[in-house]
């Protein structure tokens, strides 16, 4: 059974104990978001605009040992480990507001984009169970549809295919 729940209040990540009280863990001005767990539960990947743009940060469960993984001048958000832990997915946003996928390391090396210079834009990455695919939102403002690729961003396919009136979005794989 899972006992704690992550959260964002205010701009701060929150850890819930089912069975004790909050727990804030970053301790910030700037705004803290996308929190997710690693696959072994003892790290929590999150954005924060410390800097002035949103980067790729990790830490502890108790908040310490954070790390910055990224540092570019543009804006990374939703961050999601591989089911192995060994790798991170994200969504790149430059400075055109153009969105794509891209991929780093879990130790924040080998920054990759696998969709560069998507005409309808990429964002919001989960992974396959496995580890083989990655699955993403795209569109533009009428219409938006999941997408799955391999993780070198080869075979794209298109998941959904949804009305005029309704828009898919952030997909989240179960992993059970």
């Keep these: 059974m ?5 959260f964002i209040s205010l701009f701060i990540l929150i850890v819930f104990n089912l069975f004790a009280d909050l727990q804030q863990f970053t301790i ?29 940060c990790s830490c502890r469960l108790d908040g310490s040992n954070e790390i910055q993984l990224t540092s570019t001048p543009i804006g ?8 192995d832990g060994l790798k991170i997915a994200f969504t790149r946003v430059d400075d055109e507001f153009r969105h794509d996928i891209c991929l780093i390391d879990s130790n924040g090396q080998n920054y990759v984009c696998i969709t560069a210079d998507s005409e309808n834009g990429c964002s919001a990455p989960d992974w396959f169970v496995d580890g083989s695919k990655i699955c993403f939102h795209s569109g533009n403002s009428n219409q938006s549809e999941i997408y799955s690729m391999n993780i070198d961003g080869t075979d794209i396919k298109q998941v959904t295919y949804s009305s005029a009136c309704m828009k898919a979005s952030n997909p989240d794989w179960n992993n059970e």
């Excluded at 899972?2 to 992550?6: A, F, V």
């Excluded at 072994?40 to 949103?54: A, E, K, M, Q």
């Design 76 to 83: 990374e958000l939703t961050p999601v480990y591989s089911p």
């Design 28 to 56: 910030d001005p700037a705004d803290d978001l996308d929190p997710y767990w690693s696959p072994d539960g003892s790290r929590i990947l999150f954005t924060s605009n410390r800097n002035g743009n949103y980067e790729i």
């Design 2 to 6: 899972k006992k704690k729940l992550i």
